[in-house]
């Protein structure tokens, strides 16, 4: 997300993302992932193209690439 978010212009400011994991514990497999992320204020940027962004970042993600066998949801709050 820095990167893309420098890639785009901005200075990325403060950042907090947290990762809560669904586990179907009968077949030990991983069901949801939902990446709840917190942002501060960055100059230039509104919540819709900080959306736009984030959700980039997320669906080009490596990680995300490789965990795509469960549905990863996106919920972001921004403080513009």
């Given amino acids: ?7 785009a212009g901005h200075t990325p400011g403060t950042l907090e993302t947290k990762a809560i ?4 514990t009968n077949t030990l497999t991983v069901t949801a992932i939902t990446l709840e992320l917190k942002a501060s204020k960055i100059e230039g ?3 819709g193209g ?3 962004i984030a959700e980039d970042a997320k669906k080009n993600c490596p990680i ?3 965990l795509s066998g469960a549905p990863i949801s996106l919920s972001v709050s921004y403080e513009g």
């Fill in 50 to 52: 900080f959306k736009a």
């Fill in 21 to 24: 994991v669904e586990l179907d």
């Fill in 45 to 47: 940027l509104d919540e």
């Fill in 1 to 7: 997300l820095s990167a893309g978010l420098t890639n």
């Fill in 64 to 66: 995300s690439k490789v």
